[in-house]
């Protein structure tokens, strides 16, 4: 990490923060001005009005001069947003950060302190606070249990239980730090996720070619979350639901992909079935129809994520979560750092 210094201003890292905004105008004055705050400043910052509504549009004029706007006509999704943007930048690190997330004032001095213990991470994930439950974690990273099911871990937990630093399977994209040479060595996030689980898919990716995935616990933000889709939107179901099935589906190698398909299988019968209770039993049908019209399209994408595989089936399979209370109580799943990993 390189710093520059602008005489008694803070210390600038060579970060470029990305935001991606939909219907975001009641939290991104919060999410700026929180940047504006921290004591190491990135060199880089975007915001990218990802087609929102007419009456929702971010209005570029009133951002900082700081801030890089750049608009989109059409909604790109998360994906195709930060993907946009990852392509603008140029700075050794990409920090992805949602414009419901508030990060505290040391967020980047402690993630640039974090690069310094762990020279050989190129993915670390942040601490998630939940920003309107004060004594709640929203997130600690993301678990990849055996069912295929991904989840935020400690999210709506006590902050009692926030782990040290540890590896994760997975960090979550609200508030989490890439390095630039793996986020284009990977090809970015999947477009074709649009939304949800693409965080997992890319980070699954990075596993698979042998990188771990760091959460920080003193790097922190305070997170809303859902903010602009609502957690049992049928957006939000449509969406995690097919991106689920193919995260499976690409990424899951070798023999453990037979062993598991059958559970994976049965949870998702159950899931289909419980979703009734909240009215979407048809858009849980929809997206799983869709998915499995992708089916041919991700096998595709399978054989090359597969081909280039650098971790052994069993590596994969000791990283995912067993614990079935693990599942259910969404606890963390933290591991110590194994020495002599990328």
Sequence with gaps: MTFSETG???PVADIAVLIVAYRSRATLDQCIAALAAQTVKPRQVFVLENGSPPDERID????????SFVE??????FAGGNNRLAKMADCEWLALLNPDAFARPDWLEQFVAATQRYPGISV???TQYAANYPGLLDGVGDVYHITGLAYRAGYMRPVTLLPDDGEVFAVCGAAAFWRRSLFDKLGGFDERFFCYNEDVDLAYRAKLAGYQAMQLR???VDHLGYASSGRRSEFATYYGVRNR?????????GWLFWVLSPVH???????????????????????LRDALKGCDEMMVSRRDIQDKRVSG?????????????????RAPDIRPVAPGRT
Excluded: H
């Design 313 to 329: 089936v069993w590596q994969i399979a000791r990283a995912m979560s067993w614990n079935p209370a693990r599942l259910l109580t």
């Design 124 to 126: 670390f994930g942040s």
């Design 60 to 67: 570029g004029a009133a951002l900082p001069d700081w801030v």
């Design 245 to 253: 099935l193919w995260v499976f589906l690409k990424n899951t190698p």
């Design 265 to 287: 299988a049965g949870v998702t019968l159950l899931l289909w079935l419980s979703a009734a209770r909240f009215g979407q039993f048809t858009v849980f049908g929809r997206a």
């Design 72 to 77: 989109s006509e059409e909604n790109l999704g």
């Design 218 to 220: 003193d790097a922190a």
């Design 8 to 10: 008694s201003q803070p």
